[in-house]
Every structure is written in C-alpha cells, then in structure tokens.
C-alpha cells in the first residue's frame, strides 16, 4: 500500500478495488493524527474530523469521490487572542485521474467526462492509488478561516482589560494621525 511521507492522516485506497458502483468509506482521524494536523495546519486542536465518502470508477484511469467532512477545530482569535472551538462541514466532489496534468484530452478526440462534473481539478492518482485521508484534510484546511474571529468579536470597538482597543482610540483626535497633519498643514 502506499503511505503518503508528508501525510498526517492517510488512506489510500487501491483503484483497482473499486467499481463503477459507489463504495463507501467512513474515515476517521485518531487523536494522534488529530494533534499532527492540528501542528500542520497551526491552529490550537483538531478535536474531531471525520467523513463519509463515496467512491466510484466510472472507467478506468478515473474515480469520482464524493461526500461530506465533519471536523471541530479549535483557533485562536486574532483580536482577542481568546481560543474557541469552530464547527465545519463540508461537501466533497474530487476527481482522481491518472491522465497527466498537461495532458489535455485525449489525442483521439474524447474530451474525457470532466466538463460535466463541478468539482476542483482532478487530483493525481498516484502508484494505483488514491489518498482519501489526505483529500479529506486538505478540503479541511481550505476551509480554515486565515484570520479567525472569536463569535461576536470585531476589530472595531473591541476592549481589552487594559481599556478601549486602538478602534476606539482613533476617535481622539490627539490620537489620530491626521489631525495633527491637518493641524500642521493650517499652521503652514
């Protein structure tokens, strides 16, 4: 079987095991493949990350995954610093193929069945295989918000225990920068 080296949560499944009838797989992350995301991906915990996916070989040189992740995944707010936990579900619609990227369609003429099919470009299927551990995680960190907010936190109008944050401050025109160049420019 092929283990991916820089995979946290793999698991391939052999191409040649599946059909052209949908097969399921339930994927679970272990705690231990949990907390080397939670790493990979820079964020507090992954708690939970799980998926239900169907897969199918409609010809060969091609599966077709479909399904849904559920994950609880714990981040850090960018304004108030505080940690809190996120709920994210997320459909899945991928293609593997073992065209190569550059490929095209095919010289004879058959324009392959992606145009159909609204998915992301297809992904590699690599030795025979494909990784649906690591499809499933990078979908995962796609969805990850880059700068999280806590629920109910804005950057304007935030207070800290020091007092109002810099949102607020800006309303002092001692504080604010471009009053003391409007003051300056009316002396000139």
């Known amino acids: ?69 559920d994950a609880e995944v714990v981040q850090t707010c960018v304004v108030s610093l505080q940690e809190f936990a996120s709920e994210i579900r997320e459909d899945v619609n991928l293609i593997f193929t073992d065209q190569p990227e550059d490929g095209g369609p095919e010289e004879d003429g058959d324009d392959g069945d992606f145009e159909d099919i609204e998915t992301e ?36 109008g935030y207070e800290t225990e020091a007092g109002p944050g810099p949102a607020n401050t800006a309303q002092d025109e001692n504080a604010n920068p471009f009053a003391k160049l409007a003051e300056l420019k009316e002396k000139l």
């Open 1 to 69: 079987m092929m283990d991916s080296p820089n995979s946290e949560f793999s698991r391939p499944i052999a191409v040649e095991s599946l059909d052209a009838e949908q097969t399921r797989r339930d994927v679970e992350a272990s705690e231990a493949e949990r907390r080397s995301l939670a790493t990979r991906f820079d964020v507090v915990a992954v708690n939970r990350l799980t998926a239900v996916l169907t897969l199918r070989r409609p010809q060969a040189g091609l599966v077709e995954v479909s399904g849904q992740i």
């Open 121 to 156: 470009p297809p992904e590699p299927i690599v030795d025979g295989f494909v990784d649906i551990g690591e499809a499933v995680a990078q979908h995962l960190f796609l969805r990850l918000d880059s700068f999280p907010r806590a629920p109910g936190i804005e950057f304007e």
